[in-house]
C-alpha cells in the first residue's frame, strides 16, 4: 500500500546575533581602530587651520599678526594640542600599517618588512627637519 | 594552581529557546587540558546534549572555533589552566547564525569561497608527460603564508566590517584568493578579480586588523586584503584610461 | 574585467592623503598650533612668510597637502559613519555630504594659494 510521501526538511530556528551599536567599545583593539579612524576629523581641522594660515599672510602684517594672537588663545591652543596628538597617532598607525600593505620588491629579492618601516620613519624625520629648517632657520 | 575551573557554556535549542542561556561546570584543569578537553568531559560526564563541533584537535582542521571570553579562539588551542578558575564563557563564534549550542552555519563563507575560484586555473592544462610545474622557493614565499589557512573562520568572528554587513566578501575568502593570484602557475586572477572588486569584496574592508591578529596559522589576510586593494586600484586606472588596451 | 565604481579611486586619494598628512603635519602643527603660540619658538616674520608662500612649489605642495588630506578625512569620515554608526539608510547623502565637503574645501585651498602675493 505505497503512498507517496512528501519530505519537507526540518530546519531548525536559527539565532542571529546582531552587532550592538557601540561594538566598538567591547575590545581595546576595536577602541584604538574607532580613535584611528576619528583623527581624520583634526587632519580636517588642520587643514582648515592652515587655510586661515595662508589667508591671513595673503591680507597684510597685521592680519598675519592678529592670527598668531589668535592662535594663542585659549581653547584654540586645547583643539591644537590635541589635534596634535592625533595627528601623531595618525601618522604612526598609517606607517606601521605600510608594510603590512605594501610587498616592495627589489630585482626579484623582497624588500623586509622593517625597512619598509624604517623608510617611512626617516622620510618623516627628513620632512620635519625641511619643514623646519624653511620656517625657522632661512 | 587551581585544580579545577568553572566552564560557562552557551546552550541555544532552537526547538524550545528564543536566545542563548549558560550552564555552569567545574571542569577538572590539568595543565595539560585544552577548552575542547572540558567540553569534552562535560558532554561525557555531566551533560551528553551539549553540541558542539570538533575533529582533529591538533589544530589543522578548523572545526573547533568558538568565543572564548569573547576571544575568537580554536579551543584545541586554548589551555584551561590559563584562565583557572575560571569563569570562562565559551559562546558560538560571533557573527554567524547558531544553529545549536556552539554550532553555527557556515554556508555564508563556504558560499564565498566558491566565489573566489580556490582553486589552480589554467588555460591549458600541462600534458603529464611534460612533468611537473616546477617552482623555485622564492616563487613558493610569495604565497605561501596565504596558503596556510584552515577555514576556522576566527578571523570573520573578529572582523566588525562582516558582524555590521554579511555581505562583505570577508578576510579568508580574500586571503585564499591571493593565495592562488600569486602563485605562478595561476592564471585565474583576471577571473577573480570580478568577484573581489565588488563593493563589498575587498572596497568593504576598512583595515581593522583584528583578523590577523586573531588568526591561530599566522595567515595575515588584512595584508593580504591591502595589497590586493593596490592591485586592484592600479588595475581599475588602467581599464578606465585604456579600456582596450588594458 | 572589473567592476565600475568609484572606490579604487577614492581609496587611492585615502591613501596618498594619509602619507602627505602623516609626514607633513605633524611638524606643522608642533609649530604652527603649539610652539609659535606658546612662544617656545619665534614664529616667521611675515616677509618670510611671504617668501616661502611665495615660492610656487611651496604653494603647489601645501595644495597637494590640502587636498588629498580632505579627500583623506572624506573618506576615513564616511565609512566610520556606516561601519561604526550603522548609520546604513543615509549611505548616499553621508557620501555626497563627505565628499562635497572635500571637493569645496579643494577649491577654496586652490583660490587661496593663487591669490598669494
Known amino acids: 500500500m505505497a503512498r507517496s510521501h512528501v519530505y519537507t526538511d526540518y530546519h531548525p530556528r536559527w539565532l542571529r546575533r546582531n552587532l550592538s551599536t557601540y561594538w566598538w567599545l567591547e575590545k581595546r583593539a576595536y577602541l584604538a581602530f574607532i580613535l584611528r579612524e576619528g583623527s581624520c576629523m583634526f587632519v580636517a581641522w588642520f587643514v582648515a587651520y592652515l587655510l586661515l594660515l595662508v589667508r591671513a599672510v595673503t591680507i597684510g602684517p597685521g592680519s598675519y599678526a592678529q592670527f598668531l594672537e589668535w592662535s594663542a588663545a585659549p581653547w584654540v591652543l586645547a583643539v591644537n594640542i590635541v589635534a596634535f596628538v592625533f595627528i601623531v597617532y595618525h601618522a604612526v598607525t598609517f606607517f606601521v600599517a605600510a608594510p603590512q600593505a605594501m610587498v616592495v620588491h627589489i630585482r626579484r629579492k623582497r624588500v623586509p618588512s622593517y625597512l619598509v618601516l624604517a623608510g617611512h620613519y626617516v622620510a618623516w624625520a627628513i620632512a620635519s627637519v625641511f619643514v623646519s629648517w624653511l620656517l625657522l632657520g632661512a | 594552581m587551581a585544580s579545577h575551573i568553572r566552564l560557562q557554556v552557551a546552550r541555544y535549542r532552537p526547538e524550545q529557546d528564543s536566545e542563548i542561556t549558560f550552564d555552569e561546570h567545574e571542569v577538572p584543569c590539568p595543565k595539560d587540558w585544552v577548552v575542547l578537553d572540558g567540553l569534552n568531559h562535560i558532554k561525557d560526564r555531566i551533560d551528553g546534549t551539549l553540541s558542539y563541533r570538533w575533529s582533529c584537535r591538533m589544530g589543522i582542521c578548523g572545526s573547533c572555533g568558538m568565543s572564548v571570553n569573547g576571544e575568537p579562539k580554536l579551543t584545541c588551542a586554548t589551555f584551561l589552566a590559563d584562565y583557572a578558575p575560571g569563569p570562562l564563557r565559551v559562546e558560538p563564534l560571533r557573527n554567524f547564525p547558531v544553529i545549536r549550542d556552539l554550532i553555527v552555519d557556515v554556508g555564508d563563507f563556504m558560499r564565498k569561497l566558491a566565489r573566489v575560484k580556490p582553486w589552480i586555473v589554467r588555460q591549458a592544462e600541462k600534458p603529464l608527460a611534460e612533468g611537473e610545474y616546477l617552482q623555485t622557493p622564492e616563487e613558493l614565499e610569495e604565497y605561501k603564508q596565504y596558503s596556510m589557512c584552515i577555514n576556522c573562520m576566527l578571523c570573520y568572528a573578529a572582523c566588525p566590517i562582516y558582524g555590521l554587513d554579511p555581505k562583505f566578501i570577508g578576510p579568508a575568502a580574500i586571503a585564499l584568493a591571493q593565495r592562488y593570484n600569486l602563485d605562478n602557475r595561476d592564471e585565474g586572477a583576471a577571473a577573480r578579480m570580478a568577484v573581489l572588486s565588488e563593493h563589498e569584496g575587498i572596497w568593504g574592508c576598512t583595515f581593522v586588523g583584528e583578523c590577523t591578529k586573531v588568526c591561530p596559522k599566522h595567515v595575515d589576510p588584512a595584508g593580504a586584503i591591502q595589497r590586493y586593494k593596490l592591485t586592484a586600484a592600479v588595475e581599475s586606472m588602467k581599464s578606465f584610461f585604456m579600456p582596450r588596451g588594458a | ?117
Open chain 3, 1 to 117: 574585467m572589473i567592476k565600475r565604481h568609484p572606490e579604487p579611486l577614492l581609496w587611492m586619494l585615502f591613501s596618498a592623503g594619509g602619507v602627505i598628512s602623516g609626514m607633513l603635519m605633524p611638524i606643522l602643527v608642533l609649530l604652527f598650533g603649539i610652539a609659535f603660540p606658546l612662544a617656545w619658538l619665534t614664529p616667521p616674520s611675515h616677509e618670510q612668510m611671504l617668501a616661502v608662500l611665495g615660492n610656487p612649489l611651496t604653494r603647489l605642495a601645501l595644495l597637494a597637502l590640502c587636498v588629498l588630506s580632505l579627500f583623506h578625512w572624506a573618506h576615513r569620515f564616511r565609512h566610520t559613519l556606516y561601519d561604526g554608526l550603522q548609520i546604513k539608510h543615509l549611505n548616499e547623502v553621508i557620501a555626497l555630504v563627505s565628499y562635497g565637503i572635500a571637493v569645496v574645501g579643494s577649491v577654496a585651498a586652490a583660490y587661496l594659494m593663487w591669490q598669494v602675493p
